[in-house]
C-alpha cells in the first residue's frame, strides 16, 4: 500500500519547481516526472525500498521466505505501475499537459477535459471510501462477516463511477468543439477551437476560438447549443505584423514559452527606448489557474534589437 501510494505521488514532485525561476517551472513541471520513463524510475525505486531492507537489515525481515518476498515485490510493483500510470493518466487529461514520451518527445498531451482540481472526481473517491466503511461499522455491530476483502467493492465502485465521469466530460468537450467550429464569429470563419472545464458547473465551458483577425473569448452551456451566439464573444485583436514582433518571436525566452503555449497571444507597446513585446497564453485564464501563469517579456530598441527577454510570473506584470 505505501509503495502504490508513493509511485501514485511521486510525479508531483516537479511542483517544487514553482518556488525557483519561471523558467525552471516551465522545464519541470509536466515534463520528467510526467513521462512514461518518469514512470518506471519510479517503479525502480519505490518498490525496491522494501526489498532491500529485507535483505540489508536482518532484523528486518518479517516477511517470511525469499518466497514471500518475490510475491512483495511482485505485487508491489503491479500495484506501483497502476497508480503511477494512472496519474499521469489523469494529469493528461487535463489542460496542463504532459510530456509522456520525454526524452524522445517533448510534445506535450493534453486532453482538456478536466480542470487541475475536480471536486466531482474528489466527491466521488470520497464517498466510495467514507459508505463502505460506514456500512463495515454497521455490520461488525450486528456481527456480520465480511465475504469480501475490506474496501473492495468501493474501490471497484470509485473506479468505475470516476471512468464514467470522465468519460462524460470528453462526450461534452467534443460537442462544445463541434459547436464552436460549425459558427462564424462577427463575420470570420474559425482557425481553431479550445474549450476549458469549469470547475463546479459540469456543463459550462471557457472557449476560445482564432479567427484570422482575432481570439474571441466565449461561454458555452453544453446544454443549450441553441442558445449560443458567437456574435456575443469577447474580441482580442491580433497586433499588426512588425519586425518588432519578428525580433522578440527569435529570441530564446519567446521560443521557449511558444513551445508549450496553447493559445499564445502577442501585445505590442511602444516605449520611450523602444518596444515591449509580452507574450501570454490564454489557456491559463480559460483554465482558471492564473496562479501559475507565465509570460514572456522582451525589450527591443528603436532599431528592432533585443535588450532583455525573460520569462516571468504573469502575477508580477500587474505590480
Known amino acids: ?75 508491489a510493483l503491479g500495484a506501483s505501475f497502476c497508480t503511477a500510470l494512472l496519474h499521469i493518466a489523469m494529469d493528461a487529461c487535463e489542460s496542463n499537459g504532459v510530456a509522456l514520451l520525454w526524452p524522445f518527445s517533448p510534445k506535450r498531451f493534453a486532453a482538456d477535459w478536466l480542470p487541475s482540481i475536480d471536486p466531482w472526481i474528489l466527491t466521488i473517491l470520497i464517498a466510495c471510501i467514507a459508505l463502505p466503511e460506514l456500512l463495515h461499522l454497521v455490520g461488525s455491530e450486528i456481527g456480520a462477516k465480511a465475504k469480501k476483502p475490506r474496501g473492495q467493492t468501493g474501490a471497484i465502485i470509485g473506479l468505475v463511477l470516476a471512468l464514467v ?46 479567427t484570422e483577425s482575432a481570439l474571441n473569448e466565449i461561454d458555452v452551456n453544453a446544454a443549450a447549443p441553441d442558445r449560443f451566439d458567437a456574435e456575443s464573444s469577447l474580441r482580442l485583436f491580433k497586433p499588426e505584423p512588425s519586425r518588432a514582433l519578428d525580433a522578440a518571436r527569435s529570441t530564446v525566452a519567446a521560443k521557449r514559452f511558444l513551445a508549450i503555449a496553447q493559445i499564445p497571444k502577442a501585445s505590442l507597446e511602444k516605449t520611450e527606448a523602444g518596444y515591449v513585446v509580452v507574450l501570454r497564453d490564454l489557456r491559463y485564464a480559460a483554465a482558471g489557474e492564473t496562479q501559475h501563469e507565465i509570460a514572456a517579456i522582451i525589450e527591443l530598441d528603436r532599431n528592432n534589437e533585443v535588450t532583455s527577454e525573460e520569462l516571468v510570473w504573469a502575477r508580477d506584470l500587474h505590480r
Open 165 to 210: 465521469y470522465v468519460g462524460a466530460r470528453a462526450t461534452l468537450h467534443s460537442n462544445v468543439l463541434a459547436l464552436m467550429e460549425s459558427r462564424t464569429f462577427h463575420g470570420e470563419t474559425p482557425r481553431r477551437a479550445s474549450a476549458f472545464p469549469e470547475t463546479l458547473a459540469l456543463l459550462t465551458w471557457h472557449g476560445i476560438v482564432e
Open 1 to 75: 500500500m505505501a509503495a502504490a501510494v508513493l509511485a501514485g505521488c511521486a510525479a508531483d514532485v516537479d511542483w517544487l519547481s514553482q518556488y525557483l525561476r519561471p523558467a525552471t517551472f516551465l522545464a519541470w513541471h509536466g515534463t520528467y516526472a510526467h513521462s512514461i520513463f518518469g514512470v518506471f524510475f519510479f517503479l525502480a525505486v519505490i518498490p525496491s525500498v522494501p526489498i532491500a531492507r529485507y535483505y540489508l537489515v536482518p532484523e528486518s525481515r518479517s516477511l517470511g521466505s525469499r518466497h514471500a518476498v518475490a510475491r512483495f515485490w511482485a505485487v
